[in-house]
């Protein structure tokens, strides 16, 4: 598929945080999302300010870091604003209607108080996005359906990813934007449809790790594939070297996405 570029597909939601998403892709010259899987608030504001200016989204698993606090959060937030990005929780929420909703607002990490996107499985059924809409949707925030994943022997393909992108068409696009994904699973969009996918599973160096995840490169994801953002989490972060090697490397991804990019843009 060749899509519009990011700038032109602006016009095609409704949806706060999709429209910022896109217009700071455009803006920042980036599809480059960084996955900032470590395990202190101290480290974590650490990659963000290396990162800021190389992505368009910031992606948080909150609970993985030992003294989260709100003032964490709201340092996040504040950062997002001055470095131009997206925060994305992926928080991969799982449960029935009513009890997402109350763990996307409430206990210790009060996620819609903070972060522009979240993710949700769609095997509970329909009722896990009305849930999470009830809260998310009134502040603005967005979601995005798990329709695949890049781990080895995931059971998210064939029905149960086609089953995913009906479940997404059908709540429409007041809150799902779009889906994570390892590749276009919008088969055949209606006129003026727009869906953002974005893949994890992205590294330059390594193929995988020995807990099942698969890599493919920037190129893959998104001339190959189609996708629209890449997540790159270790590849980053992970890096020897230091503060500086970090940024370069958030860099080095950023010129190899919008690359990927432009490639695609630009195809016959
Ligand atoms: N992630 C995947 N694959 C999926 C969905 N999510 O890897 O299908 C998430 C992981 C991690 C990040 O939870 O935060 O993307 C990938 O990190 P990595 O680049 O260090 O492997």
Redesign the pocket.
């Known amino acids: 598929t060749t899509l519009k570029p990011y700038a032109e597909r602006i016009e095609l939601h409704t949806n706060p945080t999709a429209r910022r998403i896109l217009e700071i892709m455009d803006r920042k010259k980036t599809n480059l999302a960084v996955?900032v899987?470590v395990t202190t608030t101290k480290e974590a504001l650490e990659v963000v300010r290396r990162v800021g200016e190389s992505v368009c989204l910031v992606?948080t698993?909150c609970d993985i870091i030992e003294d989260f606090t709100l003032d964490f959060a709201n340092e996040l937030v504040k950062l997002s604003k001055e470095l131009d990005f997206v925060i994305f929780e992926?928080r991969?929420f799982a449960d029935i209607g009513n009890t997402v909703s109350l763990q996307y607002s409430s206990g210790h990490h009060r996620i819609s108080s903070w972060s522009d996107l979240t993710n949700a499985h769609p095997v509970p059924g329909p009722g896990i996005i009305t849930g999470l809409s009830q809260v998310g949707k009134p502040l603005g925030r967005a979601l995005l359906l798990?329709a695949?994943?890049?781990?080895k022997g995931?059971l998210a393909t064939g029905s149960y990813t086609e089953q995913t992108y009906k479940m997404a068409k059908d709540a429409g696009r007041d809150f799902v934007i779009g889906f994570?994904a390892?590749g276009r699973v919008d088969t055949n969009p209606e006129k003026g449809e727009d869906w953002i996918i974005m893949s994890?599973?992205?590294?330059l160096v390594s193929k995988g790790?020995k807990l099942g995840?698969q890599?493919r490169t920037p190129r893959e994801v998104v001339y190959d594939a189609g996708a629209d953002v890449i997540?790159?989490?270790?590849?980053i972060y992970?890096i020897q070297g230091g503060e500086k090697a970090v940024k370069d490397e958030a860099e080095r991804y950023r010129q190899e996405g919008w690359k990927a990019y432009e490639e695609r843009l630009a195809r016959k």
């Open positions: 996955s899987d992606k698993h992926d991969k798990l695949e994943m890049s781990s995931s994570i390892q994890p599973g992205v590294g790790d995840q890599y997540i790159v989490g270790r590849g992970g």
